[in-house]
């Protein structure tokens, strides 16, 4: 529930938060509440301090679903866009599937806070690459001009 509605808050200022501070900084932040909220994970005594993991989490994601979308479709020529948000999808929810599988056995031969930890040094070096991004043009904001078809005859030739 808390990831839930962290992730709405960040939807209903999405559009001011990229207006305001662009997607390169938006990931980072994403990254940033990641490796936040895993560090956390790992190192609270009390289970008050445990609340801020699954907003954190919410705030990661809330940010990181509608930019990727925005930047892959971006990036990708017009007639390859749905095949390449479909793959986005698909290596996202195949992130989620491929983790436990991943760290169930780290996790079974160390502990739950290992596991966290190793986690959350995935996380800080996204993050740390992150810092190397530049920020995409913004010319890429400006909706494309309506192309002609040349198969079409304008009316009255």
Known sequence: ML?????????????KLTAHLGYAALMRI?????????????????????????????????????TLTVLVDRAAPAEQRGTATSLQATALFGGQFASPLLF????????IATGALF??????????????????????DIAEPEREDPRRTPVGE
């Not at 509605?5 to 559009?15: E, K, M």
């Not at 509440?33 to 990661?60: M, Q, R």
């Not at 169930?104 to 502990?111: A, C, K, Q, R, V």
């Not at 740390?128 to 995409?136: N, Q, T």
């Open 3 to 15: 990831t839930s509605g962290a992730a709405s808050l960040v939807g209903l200022t999405y559009a």
């Open 30 to 66: 994403a990254a940033g509440a990641w490796t936040a909220a895993l560090l956390v994970f790992t190192v609270a005594g009390h289970w008050a301090v445990l609340l801020i993991v699954p907003v954190l989490t919410g705030i990661g994601s809330g940010i990181t679903m509608p």
């Open 104 to 111: 169930g056995p780290l996790i079974d031969s160390t502990s």
């Open 119 to 140: 986690a959350a040094s995935g996380t800080a070096g996204i993050l740390a690459a992150l810092f190397r991004l530049r920020e995409p043009d913004q010319s890429a």
